[in-house]
């Protein structure tokens, strides 16, 4: 058995490295976004001419040998000839089964899917896009926004990218699953179970969409799986929080206790904090979080994990926010948070264009990073940058961002191990780290950010440049830290 896998890897290994180059020269006009670029993480050689490697990742086939050739030969086949055909990586829209399941106006939900014959690894990717939680601004939403309320107008494929992508480049560890993307139409955060009324106008149904994507996954090889992520980003992120364990006592109670659910939420980790300033609640943007979800929760008939609403009965709306409703999660989840996310300063009113920021805003920025990391320090699997920006599992520069030297694939990659040895009763992998926050106080402190754009000039800024943007005090910060100026922004520039 040790020779054939030793056999298989040196095939498998060079299927992948032909693989790469193949679905580079397919990429064709997908340009990526422009991205700072740092020093290239250990699993992933420098890109340019020369031929690329990929660690193996045999946690898909895992005590699964008799798939592991017919992974190999599907991947031989789709590779051969690699320059007379386009391969394909699209995942196709599919609408639900259960047609009484709708978006906001009542047309049919659904999903996109691709699937990866051979592979026992499913992960279903929750679309996020705020929400609305009366009638005049979910009619506001209708008439600006409303391909996030109907499917009217869905395109037929989707291209998957970041985590979702089939490509080993872009996403080292998890490009051979099955991915699910479901198209968020409910405006709800995921919570809803409500259908469409005289009253509401709506339906609310972003909870039931999920379960019902789950039942319809089951006949197209779902049953089959060993694991299930369940990952999402912004509204999709809390929808993670909120689904997770509704999800595998969905598969527990359909007689599927083999399939492990865990979570992945990208940038739905908000805090229910004060604004910066009161203004009026007209829309999910200008009003407070709380009052928000207070209001929406009960528009959308908002669904709640049981263990968090018996533990804030009366007010429920405490299972939106990251640190109140974790505690009571049961599955495994992996959060991801950027320390000075984007949204949630818009909804605390701070405002990031134009002008200089003043002092005061400057001090809540800083008090919103330690305000994060205190909310995050007892999360075992987490993944925390100091930078200001909103969303990044589905970013092509994903494989970039990195925490004390470890990129958030990899760190996606050590929880995967981490798991699979605990249930094996193995010692966790050393030099493997899945609890990562940055310690430096300030935006983008983190050298790895994502590059900042100078809104009115399309120009790139550097780090010492934003600062200033943002009215940091080069003198009165080296005073605080008892250092001289000119070494501050030494090391500022350094990336220090």
Known sequence: MTAIRMVSSVLLLVLMQSGALCARRFRGGRNPQPRRSPPP??????????????????????????????????????????????????????????????????????????????????????????YCFNKENCDSRYETMRRLMSSSKWPQTKTGTGILSPLPEENPHWW?????????????????????????????????????????????????????????????????LLNVDHVAELLEELGHTGIQVRGLSDSGWFLDNKQYHCTDCVDAVSCAPTETIKRG?????????????????????????????????????????WLFDEAQLTVDNIQLTGQPVQEGQWRYIENLGIELRNTLKDVPAM???????????????????????????????????????????????????????????????????????????GQEMNVIQFLMHMGFDVQKMAKQQGMDPSKLLGMLSSGS
């Not at 699993?43 to 992974?71: C, I, K």
């Not at 994990?305 to 974790?326: D, L, T």
């Not at 958030?408 to 609890?435: E, F, T």
Request: glycine share 8%.
């Open 41 to 130: 993480p250990t699993y992933r050689a420098d890109r340019g001419d020369t031929t690329e490697s990929f660690p193996l990742d045999f946690t898909a086939v895992e005590e699964n040998m008799d798939n592991f050739m017919t992974q190999v030969k599907n991947l031989a086949q789709s590779l051969y000839p690699c320059s007379a055909q386009k391969l394909d990586y699209d995942m196709k829209l599919n609408f639900l089964e259960n047609t009484s399941v709708t978006c906001n106006d009542g047309s049919p939900a659904g999903y996109y899917l691709k699937e990866s014959r051979g592979s026992r690894r499913w992960l279903i990717f929750l679309e996020g896009g705020w």
């Open 176 to 240: 051979n699953a099955n991915m699910v993307f479901i198209p968020y139409c409910s405006s709800d955060v995921w919570s809803g179970a409500t259908a469409k009324t005289e009253q509401s106008g709506y339906a609310f149904m972003g909870s039931l969409i999920i379960q019902e994507v789950v039942k319809d996954l089951l006949n197209k090889g779902l049953d089959n799986a060993k694991v299930l992520l369940l990952a999402g980003s912004s509204a999709g992120g809390t929808g993670v």
């Open 297 to 337: 929760i009960k528009y959308w008939g908002g669904v709640v994990p049981e263990r968090c609403r018996q533990a804030h009965e009366g007010e429920e709306w405490n299972c939106f926010f990251g640190y109140r409703v974790f505690p009571s999660i049961k599955s495994p989840v992996f959060v991801v948070q």
């Open 383 to 457: 993944f925390a940058p100091a930078c200001l920006s909103h969303e990044v599992i589905t970013r092509n520069y994903w494989i970039d961002v990195q925490v004390k030297g470890t990129s958030l694939p990899r760190a996606l990659h050590c929880w995967d191990r981490s798991l699979h040895d605990n249930r094996n009763n193995k010692a966790p992998p050393k030099g493997c780290p899945v609890h990562l926050i940055d310690s430096c106080p300030w935006p983008h402190c983190n050298p790895t950010c994502p590059t900042i754009r100078d809104q009115f000039t």
